[in-house]
């Protein structure tokens, strides 16, 4: 994935607003708000809209941290952050603090969200997505770690740049192969070609056999399900 040169995002981040924020030293959350029982933190799943049933969700995957120092005052840290969605519908990324405060350790924990498309839907290519973030001068930070719905990813050097490489195979054209579980050995005289591997999906992966029932309908945008038949084929896979 091709990164925007440095002065692009600085523009973009001081004269545009940045996807997620800025973080000034000794920073404190904001008071909640007191007209609410119980304020979600920064980090939780948005209540779809009247007409939209979509939510913010983690993307299934980072896949790179880079953090960029400007050249001139002030000097800001930008961390700009990558990563693939379940499906191609995702979209308005954004990077939320965690904590207003460093770990133990210094490190600045970032969650990697954007919007999912809020219903069931077929296999594409997986979505590709970035954002940015902000960090004001004179920052406690140490190090950076963005995480995803299945992975994190720490870059431990300020600026720095650092990569995770994506799910190996996005299903689809999974619908006909032959399932292996973890762990589990490939059927003898099947080409690789036609064997689709767990881990090989990078996703929580929920399995339903020709004979068993479905226990729950709850939804999950990074979860894949697959509807296997006696044979051991794939006969159905949707991300739900």
């Known amino acids: 994935m091709k990164r925007a040169p440095v002065l692009a995002i600085c523009l973009l981040a001081m004269f545009m607003g940045v996807t997620g924020g800025a973080l000034a030293q000794g920073a404190q959350p904001a008071p909640p708000d007191k007209s609410a029982d119980k304020p979600a933190p920064p980090y939780a799943a948005q209540a779809p809209d009247s007409d939209d049933s979509s939510v913010r969700a983690p993307v299934l995957r980072v896949t790179g941290v880079e953090v960029m120092r400007s050249a001139h005052a002030p000097p800001l840290d930008i961390v700009h952050v990558w990563g693939v969605s379940s499906t191609d519908s995702w979209d308005e990324p954004e990077l939320v603090p965690l904590t207003h405060t460093p770990s133990g350790d210094g490190v600045l924990e970032l969650l ?21 973030f902000v960090i004001e001068p004179g920052h406690p930070y140490k190090a950076i770690r963005v995480r995803g719905a299945s992975n994190s990813v720490l870059l431990n050097k300020m600026p720095g740049y650092v990569e995770a490489a994506a799910p190996k195979q996005d299903c689809t054209k999974c619908v006909g192969k032959y399932f292996v579980g973890k762990g589990a050995a490939s059927p003898g005289g099947v080409a690789s070609g036609d064997i689709v591997k767990e881990e090989d999906l990078g996703a929580n992966v929920r399995v339903i056999k020709a004979s068993e029932g479905v226990t729950k309908l709850d939804m999950d945008p ?19």
């Open 222 to 240: 990074n979860r894949l399900t697959l509807v296997v038949g006696d044979n051991g084929r794939i006969e159905l896979a949707i991300w739900d």
């Open 112 to 132: 990697f969200v954007a919007r999912s498309p809020g219903e069931a839907m077929d296999p594409t290519p997986f979505g590709t997505l970035d954002a940015i």
